[in-house]
């Protein structure tokens, strides 16, 4: 159709009738949110939604607490492995000194016998020998014990004889048969010894 050409009755209300309806087709509805793409929100999606974020959140915050616990469980676990470990480490450790040790005893007898005799002549060359023995045995932690005037212990002490002895009020040491040894907290042997006890 031309602009000379001539309008039918009728015609051109159905065009404008046309127009209108498309016009409100385009335009949203009162009250309604539009989104990016085109989708329509209402009150209770914006809360739905709201309340999914709380949800969210209150399950991360559980995870990580829950992960907290569990990696102070694993290293509480950890502390208490090392420390076995260490223990059992210097438990090994001490028991293979004290082997050790045990094989000197012997010797350390051997060398207090003599020195009792008079055999260790101060200058001579087992007299030399003698100091640097003891010399190694006391560097390896080794500790004689028992001597005459101590109180008798029988934990620590050997009683091979008791001997009842006049103004004696507590047992006591009155002869050392065998110096006794420990090492560390280990005994390695107990001294044995005469015991002066109270007399009847």
Do not use: C, W
Not at 32 to 45: F, I, M, P, Y
């Amino acid at each position: 159709m031309t602009d000379t050409d001539p309008i039918e009755p009728g015609e051109g209300e159905d065009q404008v009738q046309r127009d209108a309806e498309a016009g409100a087709e385009a335009a949203p509805a009162d009250g309604a949110s539009a989104g990016e793409d085109g989708d329509e929100l209402t009150v209770d999606e914006i809360l739905d939604a709201e309340q999914t974020d709380d949800a969210v959140e209150q399950e991360k915050s559980d995870y990580e607490t829950q992960l907290l616990h569990d990696l102070k469980r694993i290293q509480a676990e950890y502390a208490n492995y090392r420390r076995r470990t260490e223990d059992q480490r210097q438990l090994e450790a001490d028991r293979a000194r004290g082997e050790v040790a045990k094989r000197m005893l012997p010797v350390l007898d051997d060398l207090a016998r003599a020195e009792q005799h008079g055999d260790l002549e101060a200058g001579s060359a087992f007299a030399l020998v003698a100091d640097k023995m003891r010399g190694v045995a006391v560097d390896s932690g080794l500790v004689a014990y028992g001597e005459v005037g101590e109180e008798f212990d029988p934990q620590q002490h050997e009683a091979v004889f008791q001997a009842p002895t006049p103004g004696t009020e507590k047992a006591t040491i009155l002869e050392v048969v065998e110096v006794g040894y420990r090492l560390g907290d280990v005994e390695l042997r107990p001294a044995k010894v005469v015991v002066a006890v109270p007399a009847d």
